[in-house]
Structure formats: structure tokens, C-alpha cells
Nanobody, 125 residues
Framework: QVQLVESGGGLVQAGGPLRLSCAAS????????MAWFRQAPGKEREFVGA????????IYADSVKGRFTISRDKAKNTVILQMSNLKPEDTAAYYC??????????????????WGQGTQVTVSS
């Protein structure tokens, strides 16, 4: 059974960096698309970025492009979200998600089968 476990959340000042990790286990992740979503209180879950497990292709939401980088470490079965120049509006619970293939609708949460429990990121101004 696939499990995704996020870590690395916390409180950070605006302008600072933070690194989130997602440990994946219980499956073979070749051809998977791995993504990060976030959800702020009272708001819809929002796509942040996705990475192809095999080829390393990436896509990002416009709101984080140039500030966030998503990558994967195949040897450690880990997906990383490196965040920089954080803003108060980045405050949210961040979720790791896995989809069995790289498709054209990866910005939609419905494309993902597996989800982690989330880790909270709070950016103070």
C-alpha cells in the first residue's frame, strides 16, 4: 500500500526559505507524477507543482514559479519542495500527492490517487 509522509513544515519569516520532504513507500513509482498541493483555511486545495518521477519534468503554479522548486530523489524515494522568498500568502497546509502517470490534467487534484496527511507551513510578516 502506497504511503506518502510529509515533513519539514513550520514557522518561517517572510522572505525566508523552507524545505518540505515527502517520503514515498509501499509501491513502485516509475512513471508516477508526484505533486504538492496546498490548502489555506477557508480556501480550495490549490496545485503548487508536480514532477515526473522518471524523467524529472516539472510544472508549477504561476503563483510559485521562480520561488519554489520541486525535485525527486529516486534513491531515497523522496520528493522535495524547496521554497524560497516565502510570502504570508504561502501559509497553508501542504500535501504530497501521487498519480500513476504523467498526464495533461496534473493541476487537478482529481488526477491523484495517493495523498499524504499534510504539513503546516506558516509564513509570518
Amino acid at each position: 500500500q502506497v504511503q506518502l509522509v510529509e515533513s519539514g513544515g513550520g514557522l518561517v519569516q517572510a522572505g525566508g526559505p523552507l524545505r518540505l520532504s515527502c517520503a514515498a513507500s509501499g509501491g513502485t513509482f516509475s512513471n508516477y507524477a508526484m505533486a504538492w498541493f496546498r490548502q489555506a483555511p477557508g480556501k480550495e486545495r490549490e496545485f503548487v507543482g508536480a514532477v515526473s518521477w522518471t524523467g524529472g519534468s516539472t510544472i508549477y503554479a504561476d503563483s510559485v514559479k521562480g520561488r519554489f522548486t520541486i525535485s525527486r530523489d529516486k534513491a531515497k524515494n523522496t520528493v522535495i519542495l524547496q521554497m524560497s522568498n516565502l510570502k504570508p500568502e504561502d501559509t497553508a497546509a501542504y500535501y504530497c500527492a501521487g498519480a500513476p502517470s504523467w498526464t495533461n490534467n496534473l493541476r487537478a487534484s482529481s488526477a491523484y490517487v495517493y495523498w499524504g496527511q499534510g504539513t503546516q507551513v506558516t509564513v509570518s510578516s
